[in-house]
């Protein structure tokens, strides 16, 4: 596949990411109604959004914040999962292609969400454009400690919420608060830390404050950073179980953590492979949440 068309179909949208949303959205369905047609419009919306917001992301860290801008060493680091940081650095596409692959996604996304916004309730509307917008505060919130706290948001409540409101109007949306928590925690308030930590030395330098970078500047072991959350996240999820929120089955995404623990021990030997490995593994937790939440 010719370099340039690779980058606006698969580099810019950073589909490795869509088991969390996804797996969000259709965990909002399965707590307020069936899996029906608009399930599927919703889910093709959240998807359309978070590629949008990735590719958009590209361009900021570039033209804004200037996070992946200057020699390799200077600027974000390249990741095998992802591979936007440094698309537009190598010259593969133009700052002007990547706003407009960015713009692209987000029309696209409106088609099915005006469709839910008739369809459903018109409080899709504002819920999918606050989820176009987050990409922004995104870019930004790297450099005021609001960046957990934001990506979180997105990949939790939003998604959560238009996954309920696209089968249920009424909704209760208070619910699909409280069930979002554990997408925010696996991706965001854990999953930061990791996909920060190659970028860390050459992002300080211009200025960034997260506790994703604080891990590394103040040198905190990652694994047990890592590890405290996984840890909060097994018993938040047992919590959600005991007061009826999360079906039992749901317990299954708990097969998961011997193998997050096991590419953590061995992150000191090889951080690209047990990375890429950790993220695997990461990215089946949520997949398995929702299985057993739908199995009953």
Same mark, same amino acid.
């Given at each position: 596949?010719?370099?340039?068309?690779?980058?606006?179909?698969?580099?810019?949208?950073?589909?490795?990411?869509?088991?969390?949303?996804?797996?969000?959205?259709?965990?909002?369905?399965?707590?307020?109604?069936?899996?029906?047609?608009?399930? !599927?419009?919703?889910?093709?919306?959240?998807?359309?959004?978070?590629?949008?917001?990735?590719?958009?992301?590209?361009?900021?860290?570039?033209? !804004?914040? #200037?996070?992946?801008?200057?020699?390799?060493?200077?600027?974000?680091?390249?990741?095998?999962?992802?591979?936007?940081?440094?698309?537009?650095?190598?010259?593969?596409?133009?700052?002007?292609?990547?706003?407009?692959?960015?713009? #692209?996604?987000?029309?696209?996304?409106?088609?099915?969400?005006?469709?839910?916004?008739?369809?459903?309730?018109?409080?899709?509307?504002?819920?999918?454009? *606050?989820?176009?917008?987050?990409?922004? !505060?995104?870019?930004?919130?790297?450099?005021?400690?609001?960046?957990?706290?934001?990506?979180?948001?997105?990949?939790?409540?939003?998604?959560?919420?238009?996954?309920?409101?696209?089968?249920?109007?009424?909704?209760?949306?208070?619910?699909?608060?409280?069930?979002?928590?554990?997408?925010?925690?696996?991706?965001?308030?854990? #999953?930061?830390?990791?996909?920060?930590?190659?970028? *860390?030395?050459?992002?300080?330098?211009?200025?960034?404050?997260?506790?994703?970078?604080?891990?590394?500047?103040?040198?905190?072991?990652?694994?047990?950073?890592?590890?405290?959350?996984?840890?909060?996240?097994?018993?938040?999820?047992?919590?959600?179980?005991?007061?009826?929120?999360?079906?039992?089955?749901?317990?299954?995404?708990?097969?998961?953590?011997?193998?997050?623990?096991?590419?953590?021990?061995?992150?000191?030997?090889?951080?690209?492979?047990?990375?890429?490995?950790?993220?695997?593994?990461? *990215?089946?937790?949520?997949?398995?949440?929702?299985?057993?939440?739908?199995? #009953?």
């Amino acid at each position: 596949m010719n370099r340039k068309i690779k980058a606006h179909i698969l580099t810019l949208p950073r589909w490795f990411a869509a088991p969390f949303f996804g797996a969000a959205l259709l965990l909002g369905v399965s707590l307020a109604g069936d899996f029906n047609s608009n399930a !599927w419009i919703a889910l093709t919306a959240g998807l359309l959004i978070m590629a949008g917001g990735h590719s958009f992301n590209s361009y900021l860290d570039y033209a !804004w914040t #200037g996070l992946d801008k200057g020699e390799p060493v200077d600027r974000s680091a390249e990741k095998d999962y992802t591979g936007g940081q440094s698309i537009i650095a190598q010259g593969v596409v133009s700052e002007r292609e990547v706003l407009f692959n960015a713009i #692209g996604w987000y029309v696209l996304a409106l088609i099915p969400v005006i469709y839910l916004a008739i369809n459903s309730t018109a409080l899709i509307l504002p819920l999918a454009l *606050a989820g176009m917008a987050i990409t922004f !505060w995104y870019s930004k919130s790297k450099f005021n400690y609001t960046h957990e706290l934001c990506l979180g948001i997105g990949v939790g409540p939003i998604s959560v919420l238009l996954g309920m409101l696209a089968v249920n109007p009424d909704a209760n949306l208070l619910e699909g608060l409280v069930a979002s928590a554990p997408f925010a925690i696996i991706l965001s308030f854990a #999953g930061l830390a990791f996909d920060e930590w190659p970028d *860390a030395e050459a992002n300080l330098k211009k200025g960034v404050k997260s506790l994703a970078y604080k891990v590394w500047e103040y040198g905190i072991s990652l694994e047990w950073y890592l590890t405290s959350w996984i840890l909060f996240l097994l018993i938040y999820q047992v919590l959600m179980i005991n007061v009826g929120i999360l079906n039992p089955m749901s317990a299954i995404a708990f097969l998961t953590y011997p193998f997050l623990i096991g590419t953590m021990v061995m992150l000191k030997s090889d951080f690209r492979k047990f990375g890429g490995l950790f993220v695997v593994f990461a *990215a089946m937790y949520p997949l398995l949440l929702l299985l057993g939440q739908v199995m #009953g």
